[in-house]
């Protein structure tokens, strides 16, 4: 197996990365403002392809993009030569939850998890949102998994991909699990109330979400790049 070199100019990159962030953010921003006090419907599409509480968008893409970005990173790194089996099945498995967080960012397979659960299961043994619960699970077998793995890298990479995953974790369940609880007062029929507070929640908890991307691209990339040099 040849050794893999990837020349990637991680600044460069990286600007481009926070710049079309600022701009979905403000795209959100802005169609907030235009439905809550200007009561402009769909806020003349501002809506349809900003709003961070909608799925199959703009930020959606953008989520899915730096999903399938870091799991190619981490692919990458998995096929160079001169890894122990141990650093190799570590980086493998870290391409592989990153590409199913793609695919489930795309498809939104959480929300069916989500559905499923409460067809299933007496409503009033789980919280409004109750897929974290399942997925929390699953990242705890992984945590334990990767964790032989994880003290073998570099304590950089380390403590950036740790800050990453809990900035991530942070919005994706804990500010999802407020909201569940806030929006069950509200829309207990899931009938898709219109409502400030809820689409402010949804603004911090996809923020953090990207926010956690951003520094998960940014922490395989610099990687990359250091074994390129080495």
């Not at 974290?132 to 990242?139: G, H, M, S, T």
């Not at 304590?155 to 950036?160: E, N, S, V």
């Not at 699990?177 to 009938?191: C, F, H, M, Q, V």
Request: charged residues 15%.
């Amino acid at each position: 197996m040849r050794h893999i070199t990837i020349s990637l100019p991680v600044v460069p990159v990286m600007k481009c990365v926070v710049l079309v962030w600022c701009v979905l953010l403000l795209g959100n921003a802005a169609a907030l403002v235009l439905v809550h006090r200007l009561d402009i419907g769909d806020a003349w599409g501002l809506v349809t392809l900003f709003h961070f509480d909608r799925e199959q968008n703009l930020p959606t893409l953008y989520s899915v993009l730096l999903l399938l970005g870091g799991s190619m990173l981490a692919f990458f790194h998995a096929r160079n030569d001169g890894l122990v089996e141990i650093d190799r099945s570590g980086w493998v498995l870290i391409a592989a939850i990153l590409l199913f967080l793609a695919i489930d960012e795309f498809a939104s397979i959480h929300e069916r998890v989500d559905a499923a659960l409460h067809y299933y299961i007496e409503s009033g043994f789980l919280p409004y949102a109750a897929w974290p619960l399942p997925y929390a699970a699953a990242a705890a077998l992984a945590g334990w998994r990767l964790l032989p793995w994880l003290v073998r890298q570099n304590r950089r990479l380390i403590l950036a991909l740790l800050v990453a995953g809990s900035v991530y974790v942070s919005g994706a369940a804990g500010v999802e699990l407020i909201a569940g609880e806030y929006i069950a007062t509200i829309d207990p029929d899931r009938s898709g109330v219109v409502d400030l507070k809820r689409d402010l929640l949804a603004t911090v908890e996809e923020s953090l979400e990207m926010m956690g991307l951003m520094l998960m691209f940014w922490a395989l990339a610099c990687s990359a790049s250091d074994n390129r040099e080495h």
